[in-house]
Structure formats: C-alpha cells, structure tokens
C-alpha cells in the first residue's frame, strides 16, 4: 500500500507522482490517497479520473482541510497491505521501486522495516544529485532523518507503533520512523535509489531551513524517543 496523503497539489506533480505508480514493474500494489484539501478540493475532478482509470487507486475525500499527521492517517486508514509505503505529493518513484522492495522481502521474509537509497530532482524531474545512505544506525536517527524514502513499514509494526502524531508536524516522519524502529526487530536497507525527491524552494530538499518549524518538532520527538526508551 502507498500511503500519500495530498493538499491542493500542482497538477503536474499529481500526475507525475500517480504516473510513476502506475509505471511499476510490480502489479500488486494500492494507491491509497488523501486528499486533505477541502470541500472546494481543486484536484478532486483528476482524482476522480484516475479512480476511474485503474481500480487500484483509492481516494479519501475530506470535507475538512486536514494537517500532514491527520492526512496521511486517513490515507493509512484504507490500506490492506502487508507492508506500507509512504511518497510525498510531489515526488516520484523509481519505475522498479516496489519490484525491489518486494524481491527483498521474499529474500528477507522477516523483514519488518525497509528503506532505500534516493536522490534529488527539480521541479521539471531532472535527476540532480543522489543520496547514498548507511545500514541502519539508530545514532545517526537521531541526528538527522537520513531515512526518508523510499520507507516500507510491515503493516503490524506501524500498528504497535500508532498513527502519525500531529504534535510532531514537520518532523512527523522522523517522529514515526524512530517508534517503527523501537518496534522492528529486523530493518533492512536496500542500497538502490528507489525515490526521487522533488526540489523547489519551499522544500526542505532545496532549503531545510524553509520549514524552521520542522527543527523544533524534530527534537521533541528525538526527546520522546530517548524518554520511551527509559534513557535521560
């Protein structure tokens, strides 16, 4: 299950991002999607087609324009999958993507945590610079959320983890992956660059400082971590 939850997205990124997963090698996948705009949603007309288009896609229409923790929670809301997971509206995955993540959990069956490598586009797609990541190294976690994407999540550990908290938006990623963590006893990183991560200047790709916010819910949720854990 892709987990994508969607607020007023650019129509060209919406149809980049929904082309991408409809161009996967692997054919066992669902969309699953959010959309957090409102009553007056100005891409509820395109996703309606794309509903229509491939039976695989799924939409969740709210009424009430929805922040990124409680948007994305409705998009989890709808998936069936095993495993979880998750692109931002205006990104892009790597046609072989879902392939990978798969042949590696046929080759790791008890894997419970997966996360590739990825790299930075422009606006246009243009591949700019990759980013190589290490196994997994919870030091380096909380430091900075090298993680990111391309992240899959076996459906029960997300469960023992719990929904995304809106209390950490703007680090609500790294706020789930590091209680994903304390519950995955088998993480894997699978060394292909699997997403590409659109640039532009409000992303925290092009300028983290952009999101100034982000930098204070990053270390609440690094301060939560270290309390569930019982360290001081």
Request: net charge negative; charged share 30%; hydrophobic share 35%.
């Amino acid at each position: 299950s892709i987990v994508v939850p969607l607020y007023k997205t650019d129509k060209y990124l919406l149809k980049s991002l929904v082309d991408s997963v409809l161009a996967q090698t692997y054919s066992n996948w669902e969309l699953c999607l959010s959309d957090g705009s409102g009553a007056d949603s100005p891409i509820k007309d395109i996703l309606k087609e794309y509903e229509k288009k491939d039976s695989r896609i799924r939409v969740v229409y709210n009424e009430k324009p929805l922040q990124i923790s409680d948007n994305t929670n409705a998009a989890i809301g709808i998936a069936t999958g095993n495993y979880i997971t998750f692109s931002d509206h205006d990104d892009t995955l790597a046609e072989e993507a879902l392939f990978q993540m798969a042949s590696e959990i046929v080759k790791h069956p008890e894997a419970e945590l997966l996360y590739s490598d990825e790299d930075i586009i422009d606006i246009k797609g243009k591949r700019l610079f990759p980013h190589f990541k290490p196994d997994f190294d919870l030091d380096l976690l909380c430091s900075v959320n090298y993680i990111c994407h391309l992240l899959a999540v076996r459906k029960d550990v997300a469960e023992r983890a719990g929904s995304y908290q809106s209390a950490f938006d703007g680090a609500q990623d790294l706020d789930f992956i590091l209680r994903c963590s304390e519950q995955a006893k088998k993480i894997y990183h699978v060394p292909k660059i699997l997403y590409h991560w659109r640039c532009h200047m409000d992303s925290t790709a092009f300028n983290p400082e952009s999101k100034l916010y982000a930098f204070e819910a990053g270390r609440r949720a690094i301060e939560e971590h270290y309390r569930r854990l019982g360290i001081p």
